[in-house]
């Protein structure tokens, strides 16, 4: 199962790492990375997380870690903060010029959050890798519920991550998959109600709907790593003696 996901999986990530790259860019651009203003603060910890999380791609592309304990939960913080600042990004532009940044909603809300999710999910990784994977691992994804709206996007991607990891029956797996097409339809709604179709066909709009739904996926894979069954011994495993809250 691993191996079948990593290449599909790597070019999921690399799609929503592109896709939150103008953004990124655009903010650079206009020069708005003030820190002491919560929408140059988001953009620079954007453009920080993007560039950190393309060098862990790197880094892990060329050198095998016998020790990933600690540095998988890093990992898993850096690629948290970096997804919610990408989701965030697709916020701003559906917002458009009304577009409102705050210290808590972005910060608190998203960001915070967004680094506890992605910190708990490293840690459930490294637990994977070692054998002793913890189910309660699982329910990490739920942190996002402080923002209740947010359980729209995120129960979808836990279902879909159970049935990613190959759990349950095929029948319920397909169930797991059909729960996928709530933020879709929800997202196709909205649009429709607010009368944005035609800009949705925009550049800009079809950009937008690319960044969401890659940060669909990339949370969906996120909320399989606690499922996946652990690997067999081999380059990817954690030595027993390297290990993160657990005795070795």
Known sequence: MQHRWSTP???????????????????VARRDLALDTPRGAWHAVLVVSLLAVAGLAVVAAVR?????????????????????AALRGFMATVAGAESEVSWLGTFGF?????????????YAEHRRRLGRPRRRLTLAPLVFGLDPSALFLVLPAMAGGWAL???????????????????????????????????LLTPAGVAAVVLLFACL???????????RAAPPPGPDTVEPRFTVGVPG
């Open 9 to 27: 999986a790597g070019a999921v990530c690399a799609l929503a790492w592109a896709a939150a790259l103008p953004v990124a860019v655009t903010a």
């Open 165 to 199: 990891a190959g759990r349950g029956t095929p029948r319920r797996r397909r169930w797991a998959w059909s729960a996928m097409a709530v933020p879709v339809v929800a997202f196709v709604v909205a649009v429709a109600l607010v009368g944005d179709v035609p800009q």
């Open 110 to 122: 998203i960001l915070l959050t967004s680094a506890v999710v992605g910190g708990l999910l490293g």
């Open 217 to 227: 996926a990339v949370l969906t894979l996120a909320c399989s790593i606690p499922f």
């Open 64 to 84: 095998r870690d016998p020790r990933p304990g600690k540095r998988l939960v890093v990992a898993g913080v850096v690629c948290g903060i970096a997804w919610g």
